[in-house]
């Protein structure tokens, strides 16, 4: 069985004295056991990132800048290579995996730019012989803590940028499907990250809580489920750390009665279905404007996901893959076979289908009359289950969404041009799509959601990134004549 142990300071360690079960969603089979981090192995690892960071941070911008520059020609060679972990340990289809891969690098092609980013300011003679300057200096160790459902592409979200600004990483993927993580680390240093500057610790939440109160460690990013991002945010910050948790997510599809149908209702399918529903980004809910277009759009949504193929990743004929674990395909399922009883109506039923394997597959369901006081409408499902609210004009469906406590993406399908500049001032969320199902932004914008979809102040990658992980310093330069000086004791005055 294959051990995967933490990578720190360039080498494989840990005692793993407790590990997990890694999984093949496909199979159902046990691949591989992972190491937990004990809190003196956390502690360990924070040392040796504490001791590499400092040689890394005074490497030459130029210089750091190339290695952005190789990782991302390795990423692009090793792109099967990393797709294919990511369908072992996931699940999700191998073209899905390059995608996310795609994603990923757009990170890194961002932060090649560093000798730009990380240009300060400067004003000459503020007062008579007076120049200031600004300073942007790494925060040091950072740890990023990322969930199962992108083990490349949000590691890389958080790392390209933090590495780029002179800090070393911690990076704690999720224990289900960890084997990414090592490979990004293997080509991260094959590009030229020195060992120590990114290191990855593997384990649960006692590996996270030691990273949360570690003194040695500046600033957290952590992108994952609400209930824990609300954890991490508080912990961290109560242990004086800059912090940025990104949570779960219940993103709403606006579908206008004057919106193209089909466009509607491919788009629909392919954002509720893609990546069976695992995607912090998919819609789960889908608002239709008026009855005719709620019949016209789930008539089409049902017959586009009827004949959707499902089956392992690593078959180029899947179209989806299965659920991430046994225990999550069981709990998503049960919100279907819950929906009747609470009213709605179960158009297009996934627990029905049939499946000649023992991976953890479910078919996909689609969920019509459902309510906001419906389970199925008020919990994150993350799977393959797309929910039909109908309401009578768009005040009802901008009133729906900016209720919810989730406020990651939305989008809104029309073909009116003010209806959807109205949208994108009225609605209360962080990422917005006109005729754009999964609106996530281009690596040179940040990425994230409003309300419990962010705890913190800070977007993730992007510009925002380069702020969260530098802090910044004022320089105050005078070089005065010795014939100016004197004794003076007023506050200085710039006049
Ligand atoms: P999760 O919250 O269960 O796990 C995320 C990370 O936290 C993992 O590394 C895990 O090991 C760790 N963790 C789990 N329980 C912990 C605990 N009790 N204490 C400390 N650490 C703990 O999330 P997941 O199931 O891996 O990922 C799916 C969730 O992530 C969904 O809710 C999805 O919406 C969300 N997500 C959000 C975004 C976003 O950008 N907002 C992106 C991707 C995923």
Redesign the pocket.
Known sequence: MNRILHHVGGAPFGEAARSGAVFNPATGEQSATVAFASAAEVDHVVEVATAAQVAWQQMGLVKRASVFFAMRQLLIKHTDEIAAAITAEHGKVLADAAGEISRGIENVEFAAGLVNLLKGEHSTQVASGVDVHTLKQPIGVVAC??????PAM?PLWMSASALATGNAVLL?????DPSTAMILARLWEEAGVPPGVFNVVH???E???AL?DSPGIGAVS????????R??YSRAAAAGKRVQA????KNHMIVMPDADLDSAADAAVNAAYGSAG????AISVLVAVGDATADAVVAKIRSRAQSLTIGAGTDPTSQMGPL?TRE?RDRVASYVAGAPAQGAEVVLDGTATEFDSEGFFLGVSLVDRVTPRMSVYTD?I?GPVLSVVRVDDYDQAVSLINANTFA?GTAIFTRDGATARRFTADIEVGMVGINVPLPVPIGAYS???WKD??FGDSH?YGPESIHFYTRSKVVTTRWPEPSESQIDLGFPSNH
């Open positions: 803590i990322t969930p199962f459902n992108f949000v704690k993927p999720s224990e289900k384990g649960d939440k590996a996270v809580d949360l952590f992108v994952g489920s609400t209930p824990i991002a954890h991490i990104l949570g779960g997510a695992e995607r912090c980004m991430i999550h994150e993350f990651n990425f994230g959601g979809s962010l993730i």
